[in-house]
Nanobody, 119 residues
Framework: QVQLDQSGGGLVQPGGSLRLSCVAS????????MGWHRQGPGKEREVVAT???????DYADSVKGRFTISRDNAKNTVYLQMDSLQPEDTAVYFC?????????????WGQGTEVTVSS
């Protein structure tokens, strides 16, 4: 009933920028926290950034000052602007959202999108 669809990502050179988007759809009553995780090659999944429905953002130390998370509540969308990308940012990025429906409140995940930073 609830689906998160991601877009963006791809191949970029070191120092470049990319923007990821994630739209939630379905029978949604409310959306609480939204955010992004990533999993690099041979690494565990890690939190990249989160944002509350009031707009309070938190970032992993590794991306502070380079990545910006934002959301458009009217569009049920969360964004991740990634600047000054480095090879260590190469990963599959997953969005998530804490969503309540008429039946349940749960975390929902996007399908993942690859980001490759390489020259």
């Amino acid at each position: 009933q609830v689906q998160l669809d991601q877009s963006g990502g791809g191949l970029v050179q070191p120092g470049g920028s990319l923007r990821l988007s994630c739209v939630a759809s379905g029978r949604i009553f409310d959306i609480f926290d939204m955010g992004w995780h990533r999993q690099g090659p041979g690494k565990e999944r890690e939190v990249v950034a989160t944002i509350s429905n009031g707009g309070t953002a938190d970032y992993a130390d590794s991306v502070k000052g380079r990545f910006t998370i934002s959301r458009d509540n009217a569009k049920n969308t969360v964004y991740l602007q990634m600047d000054s990308l480095q090879p260590e940012d190469t990963a599959v990025y997953f969005c998530y959202a804490d969503i309540s429906t008429s039946r349940i409140r749960d975390d929902y995940w996007g399908q993942g999108t690859e980001v490759t930073v390489s020259s």
